[in-house]
């Protein structure tokens, strides 16, 4: 994309609230404005909503980038926030969770059952010798217990690491060793299309190469997974939990005390984790979950279907929701077990009224065919979102029409790990929602798109995303490293938040998201964002998914190539010409010739992590040669084998 972008100067198809919907909203309509008019007293508003044990009187104290202070004299307990209180207001048999294991086993959990559960768990870690700000590492399924033990370490000021189920001993190593994790809890397996995961032999694996600041691990009993117990260090959940009292009383903490360390996963060398704390980030969480999906605590049963071992399970899967006293859905395992049908069979079950998931798993719906939803009751929806990467227009019409029923608001979320909750997205009862904008920052957050001196840019412009205010659910730090985390992120634009990001600004002012930066090439001498060419190859009829990268190019600097699935309805047209040769002349016809794909591969799946993020380093790595590095995050790891067995020459040139 070069860098002026004509068609955000253009008028695009927007979608208005409905009456119906803006009258039935809880979202006070003057949102907007009591943010931009007293921000900071907009935030203490909102961090009101929650219950301090000790009232702050002091919003923020910022002395300068990248030390924030929210609530700094306030003091409160996370877990209270999101059990006790609920149940002390006389919601106790208010439906938490409706979890559903990948066999089709279910357990229904209310406010009061999760409250008993989460006192003895409590109980229990403070009986293996756990104390307030002691790590504690999770490497655990998506199972109640996983939800159990993150409130645990929260109500007795423990600081919980949570390791993605699907990473490998070495990576539960480093970062075990980085946190000097206590405890590490995990379970007996994993069930995941059938198959059992062995995650304590992983872990076993892990702790035989170090992490020596480990005293105990705790397991849970899952799969009847056979495992071997350490004497002395190894301990049943089920045994110990058993074994300690169901009172626990939930003391307070500072505003600013560390609630959880989260790893970012992808990066090269020493982990990078994220430091979160307790009030600010709670703060944020809950307010956003409450506006941007307009949330009816009484009524609503939201899914947010991302994994607990990254930040959207933290945010909006455990604490955004269970603050807000929602009701809601957790899932174990695939979306595609036993049928692609599974993930539409539990909206339907449990009618399910807000449903929040990735555009890459939308697109695979795509790729299937609206005749797999169609086979399901989805009436129950009223508001869709979209989280993890940018939302291309014709997934964003293809989400609403067949699984919205034509009828739902989406709500397209920017926000990272870094800044721990939502940031940018529309507030679906008081915006008219444009397919693949993610359009405007919520109220109370300042963002800036900016050229690379760090002035504003103009509508029709892309630039760098950055972030000009401190917000409540930012991260402290880099745990260990406050260095490190100053260079990353605050050293580009002195005082400002740099998010690596790339978007552009339309004709209103709204923001587009074109992803990372280092997704953005320079082709002879044009800024071009993959976003943009993969959003005009889904365009096309043939094109299902379409993942771009840069490769390295002697004449241009770097050249596009790009990795294409193709619709299994079209298989046939598809088949009977060169698609390759008719895709590239589509992106040039529909951006520009300096944007043609240099190559275009057709594969039969894209590399994916168990998330459902595409890993596009990977695709890098094979477009220029290169040894295909750690695949270790993918759902299936042989299908970079698959690519590189299949990649030819290239396509031919015009």
């Known amino acids: 994309m070069p860098d002026k972008i004509d068609h955000l100067l253009e008028d695009v198809e927007t979608f208005p609230p409905s009456a119906e919907f803006v009258a039935a909203s809880p979202v006070p309509a003057d949102l907007y404005e009591r943010a931009e008019a007293d921000r900071l007293g907009f935030w203490a508003d909102q961090a009101r909503e929650l219950h301090w044990h000790t009232p702050f009187t002091e919003t923020l104290d910022w002395s300068g980038a990248p030390i924030a202070r929210w609530f700094g004299d306030g003091e409160l307990n996370v877990a209270y926030n999101c059990v006790d209180r609920h149940v002390a207001a006389g919601n106790g048999d208010r439906i938490a969770i409706h979890w559903e294991g990948e066999p089709g086993d279910t357990r229904t959990i209310t406010y009061a059952d999760l409250l008993g559960e989460v006192k003895r768990a409590a109980n229990m870690l403070e009986s293996l010798g756990v104390t307030a700000g002691d790590v504690v590492a999770i490497y655990l399924p998506m199972i109640p217990e996983t939800v159990i033990a993150m409130l645990a370490c929260a109500r007795i000021g423990a600081v919980h690491s949570v390791i993605f189920g699907g990473f490998s001993a070495d990576s539960i190593r480093q970062r075990v060793e980085d946190a000097s994790a206590k405890l590490v809890i995990t379970s007996d397996g994993s069930i995941r299309k059938g198959k059992v995961l062995a995650l304590k032999n992983t872990v076993d694996e892990a702790l035989s190469k170090g992490a020596a600041s480990v005293k105990h691990v705790l397991v849970v009993k899952r799969a009847d997974n056979e495992v071997a117990l350490q004497k002395g260090r190894d301990l049943w959940w089920h045994d110990e939990i058993a074994q300690v009292s169901d009172e626990h009383v939930a003391k307070p903490f500072p ?5 959880f360390i989260l790893y970012t996963s992808g990066t090269t060398g020493k982990p ?3 430091l979160h704390t307790s009030g600010g980030y709670l703060t944020q ?5 409450r506006v941007a999906f307009d949330l009816r605590p009484e009524e609503d049963v939201f899914w947010c ?28 395992g695939t979306p595609d077990t036993p049928d692609l049908g599974r993930w539409f069979k539990i909206i339907q079950d449990y009618k399910v009224t807000i449903f929040y998931t990735a555009p890459t798993a939308i697109r695979s719906y795509m790729k299937a065919g609206r005749q797999i939803p169609a086979k399901y009751d989805l009436s129950s929806l009223r508001v869709l979102g979209s989280v993890g ?8 019409l293809w989400y609403r029409e067949v699984i919205g029923g034509g009828r739902t608001p989406i709500v397209d979320t920017w926000w990272q790990t870094e800044t721990g909750a939502h940031m940018i997205a529309p507030i679906p009862s008081q915006v008219a929602l444009k397919p693949g904008a993610a359009q405007r920052p919520i109220p109370g957050i300042v963002v800036e798109v900016v050229d690379d001196d760090g002035n504003r840019v103009d509508p029709g412009q892309m630039g760098l995303l950055t972030i000009c205010e401190p917000w409540p659910s930012m991260a402290r730090g880099i745990y260990g490293d406050p260095e490190r985390f100053a260079d990353t992120y605050w050293s580009r634009f002195p005082g400002v938040y740099f998010a690596g990001d790339g978007a552009g600004v ?12 280092d997704d953005v090439m320079n082709v002879s001498g044009h800024r071009l964002s993959t976003t943009e060419i993969e959003s005009s190859l889904v365009d096309h009829e043939f094109v299902a998914e379409a993942a771009v990268v840069g490769a390295k190019d002697e004449t241009t600097g770097q050249a596009v190539v790009a990795f294409v699935v193709l619709k299994r309805s079209k298989s046939e047209e598809a088949a009977a010409v060169d698609t390759p040769q008719v895709l590239r002349r589509h992106v040039a016809d529909d951006i520009g010739a300096f944007a043609r794909p240099r190559e275009v591969y057709l594969v039969d799946e894209l590399p994916k992590t168990r998330s459902g993020k595409i890993m596009r380093r990977l695709l890098r790595d094979a477009a220029d040669g290169k040894q295909i590095g750690d695949t270790a995050t993918l759902t299936d790891a042989s299908v970079m084998a698959t690519i590189q067995a299949g990649m030819t020459s290239g396509a031919d040139d015009e």
């Open 255 to 259: 505003s600013e005390h560390p609630l």
């Open 506 to 517: 339309d004709r209103d002012g709204e923001l587009w998201l074109l992803g990372r930066v």
């Open 272 to 274: 990078k984790g994220l």
């Open 389 to 396: 990467e940018p939302i291309n227009p014709e997934a964003w």
């Open 305 to 332: 279907s991302a994994d607990v071992g990254w930040v959207t399970g933290h945010s909006y899967l455990v604490y955004g929701p269970l603050a807000n006293g929602a009701t809601q859905v957790m899932y174990e």
């Open 285 to 289: 969480t809950a307010y956003t979950h």
